[in-house]
């Protein structure tokens, strides 16, 4: 099946420094991918959608200028937490889609922000 | 607003037990329903799906059928094995103009014992 993969799978970084975690789909073009955030047994949650070539659409409440989303490439999407503080550690997780009703799911980057 | 509820976890069981994790949604109009599957270490993987009220979803021994009359969607099966301990997510998939949403439950995590 189709696969996606994140890079990195774990990340620890200090206070105000920024994180780039990248997302790629290997072998297949994704016109659409995702960025979600997951907490400590709880769901996850859509972060934005971003369409190769044009800007991401963030939901309510995500900031975009703390996480800017780059979706240069039909196979990659780079997510970046711009000045990370500890309350933006987490578990972040993208996906790829080709089609309707279909997303391949990367394994996840954990970020730890001391 | 659109929303999906699973039952907590952890479940626990005994190989060759009866598994059922339950899911309800909340959603306008008639959305597509979903489990997914994160085993240890790796990204959701699709499970089963279903497009409309009363199709059965069905995928290596898993069952789950769409009912518009009680907005649920439970995963079964018939007798579980140690290999299907992992974490489970229902999910709603919505399809607006010019895209779709994944809307996910907060997960159940199925510990299985030989």
């Known amino acids: 099946g189709a696969v996606v993969s994140q890079h990195p799978s774990w990340v620890i970084c200090k206070s105000g420094t920024s994180v780039k975690i990248e997302c790629r789909s290997l072998?297949?073009?994704?016109?659409?991918m995702f960025w979600y955030r997951q907490f400590p047994k709880q769901s996850l949650m859509l972060m934005a959608t971003?369409?190769?070539?044009?800007?991401?659409?963030?939901e309510q409440g995500v900031e975009k200028d703390k996480f800017l989303i780059n979706h240069a490439s039909l196979t990659l999407s780079t997510l970046t937490v711009t000045s990370a503080h500890p309350e933006d550690s987490s578990f972040y997780i993208c996906?790829?889609?080709?089609?309707?009703?279909?997303?391949?799911f990367g394994p996840g980057t954990r970020l730890l922000v001391l | 607003g659109d929303s999906v509820t699973q039952m907590e976890g952890p479940v626990t069981l005994s190989e060759e037990a009866f598994l059922t994790i339950n899911c309800t949604y909340t959603?306008?109009?008639?959305?597509?329903l979903f489990w997914y599957v994160q085993y240890p270490g790796e990204g959701l993987q699709l499970l089963l799906k279903?497009?409309?009220?009363?199709d059965k979803g069905s995928n290596k021994g898993f069952e789950a059928t769409y009912r518009k009359e009680t907005t649920s969607f439970h995963l079964e099966k018939g007798s579980v094995q140690v290999s299907d301990s992992a974490v489970y997510f229902c999910?709603?998939?919505?399809?607006?103009?010019?895209?779709?949403?994944?809307?996910f439950g907060a997960g159940t995590r199925l510990f299985v014992k030989a």
């Open positions: 996906s790829a889609s080709h089609a309707q009703e279909t997303q391949y």
């Open positions: 072998d297949f073009q994704a016109t659409t």
């Open positions: 971003s369409n190769e070539g044009s800007k991401a659409t963030y």
């Open positions: 959603a306008t109009g008639y959305p597509s």
């Open positions: 279903a497009t409309k009220a009363d």
């Open positions: 999910a709603l998939y919505l399809s607006y103009t010019g895209g779709f949403k994944t809307i």
